[in-house]
T-cell receptor, first 115, second 112 residues
Framework: EPEVTQTPSHQVTQMGQEVILRCVPI?????FYWYRQILGQKVEFLVS????????KSEIFDDQFSVERPDGSNFTLKIRSTKLEDSAMYFC?????????????FGPGTRLTVT | GQQLNQSPQSMFIQEGEDVSMNCTSS?????WLWYKQDPGEGPVLLIA?????ELTSNGRLTAQFGITRKDSFLNISASIPSDVGIYFC????????????FGKGTLLTVNP
């Protein structure tokens, strides 16, 4: 069964450094998303992406964040200058076109630790 | 922003028992989804509900989209040890078709 994949599984970085989290969505999906989950808390929406542009973003997704689909398979989240409070699990998700568009399938996550 | 109230926060049951958990909102949701998350992994989609009153099953799991469109429940029948995990409700509201709002989760522990 096709799955969303994410790399790396764990990223440790120093405060102020840039990080890029990578995702490969399910191949026939057209809608892509990033969410984050701070340890022990609920999953929070960051951004959605369709047709090579952001379709919606949350207040968390400020100027330090950006997303890109550099080629036909990858979808990336960049954090320009990481802060301690950026430490969280980051999940990529994707959904198909048509009737199933509301069904978002999540990857295994990248655990980001900012020191 | 939209808030989903999920209850109970946690449940500790014996294998074989049935389980019920629910989500409520102060505003109308257009779609309800139920996910399960195992430790250190991503949420896995269990059931999607699209219409008020809809009742959908997936194996031992049954979920319903409330008539008022402000609530949903998930039942698990005849629980087994591998049902252990955190169950999240999630949904779309307010015209957004992209932003999933999640509940805080129900931690289920099954005692063999």
């Amino acid at each position: 069964e096709p799955e969303v994949t994410q790399t790396p599984s764990h990223q440790v970085t120093q405060m102020g450094q840039e990080v890029i989290l990578r995702c490969v969505p399910i191949s026939n999906h057209l809608y892509f998303y990033w969410y984050r989950q701070i340890l022990g808390q609920k999953v929070e929406f960051l951004v959605s992406f369709y047709n090579n542009e952001i379709s919606e973003k949350s207040e968390i997704f400020d100027d330090q964040f950006s997303v890109e689909r550099p080629d036909g398979s990858n979808f990336t989240l960049k954090i320009r200058s990481t802060k301690l409070e950026d430490s969280a699990m980051y999940f990529c998700a994707s959904s198909p076109p048509g009737q199933g568009v509301n069904e978002q399938y999540f990857g295994p996550g990248t655990r980001l630790t900012v020191t | 922003g939209q808030q989903l109230n999920q209850s109970p926060q946690s449940m500790f049951i014996q294998e074989g028992e049935d389980v019920s958990m629910n989500c409520t909102s102060s505003s109308i949701f257009n779609t309800w989804l139920w996910y399960k998350q195992d430790p250190g992994e991503g949420p896995v989609l269990l059931i999607a509900l699209y219409k008020a009153g809809e009742l959908t099953s997936n194996g031992r799991l049954t979920a319903q989209f409330g008539i008022t469109r402000k609530d949903s429940f998930l039942n698990i029948s005849a629980s087994i040890p591998s049902d252990v995990g955190i169950y999240f409700c999630a949904g779309f509201s307010g015209g957004s078709n992209y932003k999933l709002t999640f509940g805080k989760g129900t931690l289920l522990t099954v005692n063999p």
